[in-house]
T-cell receptor, first 111, second 116 residues
Framework: QKEVEQDPGPLSVPEGAIVSLNCTYS??????FMWYRQYSRKGPELLMY????GNKEDGRFTAQVDKSSKYISLFIRDSQPSDSATYLC???????????FGGGTRVLVKP | GAVVSQHPSRVICKSGTSVKIECRSL??????MFWYRQFPKQSLMLMAT?????????EQGVEKDKFLINHASLTLSTLTVTSAHPEDSSFYIC????????????FGPGTRLTVT
């Protein structure tokens, strides 16, 4: 079993819809949770970062962490075709700087 | 935001030859850089952690003699794939950590290696 599980998709939504992404994990020591966006043949770009449990909002993006369930989510409101990409969750323990990535979910936003 | 560059962006080499990939932090110093490998439609797999002035720390299953990492300065790390074979064909991505205590990792654009 992988440490971080993420549905590979593809997740296809119409423009303007809410995109809902999530990851589950098994290591209760993870404290830092991140979401990255990766366009085809490009490096990942950090979208959101959350420490421990709670919610965080930044523009159209909302990240949620539920440590009791070992479950994190990313919501994208008013989705645009430019949001079409692969979204990767990543997490790390408090000490150290090594990230553990989920497999990524491919998202397609259709005009 | 902080910028990380990689060179080359794409390289094709013959089996048995060696290829060097550079990773540079353009506007910050990075005591730690990471090298990842990504297969098509798969996630990033950490290969090694590169610390400036010291030996790299390799993940389990990664051959250190095949994937040579050098982090000679605070802005440059190199990955050399030695005696490349077709199974080494992949997308190699580096990232740089500006602050060892920070969560932030800034990723390069990646290098597509094809071994024929």
């Amino acid at each position: 079993q992988k440490e971080v599980e993420q549905d590979p998709g593809p997740l296809s939504v119409p423009e303007g819809a809410i995109v809902s992404l999530n990851c589950t994990y098994s290591n209760s020591a993870f404290q830092y949770f991140m979401w990255y966006r990766q366009y085809s043949r490009k490096g990942p770009e950090l979208l959101m970062y959350t420490y421990s449990s709670g919610n965080k909002e930044d523009g159209r993006f909302t990240a949620q962490v539920d440590k009791s369930s070992k479950y994190i989510s990313l919501f994208i409101r008013d989705s645009q075709p430019s949001d079409s990409a692969t979204y990767l969750c990543a997490m790390r323990v408090a000490a150290g700087n090594k990230l553990t990535f989920g497999g990524g979910t491919r998202v397609l936003v259709k005009p | 935001g902080a910028v990380v560059s990689q060179h080359p962006s794409r390289v094709i080499c013959k089996s048995g030859t060696s290829v060097k990939i550079e990773c540079r932090s353009l506007d910050f110093q990075a005591t730690t850089m990471f090298w990842y490998r990504q297969f098509p439609k798969q996630s990033l797999m950490l290969m090694a952690t590169s610390n400036e002035g010291s030996k790299a720390t390799y993940e389990q299953g990664v051959e250190k003699d095949k994937f040579l990492i050098n982090h000679a300065s605070l802005t440059l790390s190199t990955l050399t794939v030695t005696s490349a074979h077709p199974e080494d064909s992949s997308f190699y991505i580096c990232s740089a950590n500006p602050d060892p205590g920070s969560y932030e990792q800034y990723f390069g654009p990646g290098t597509r290696l094809t071994v024929t």
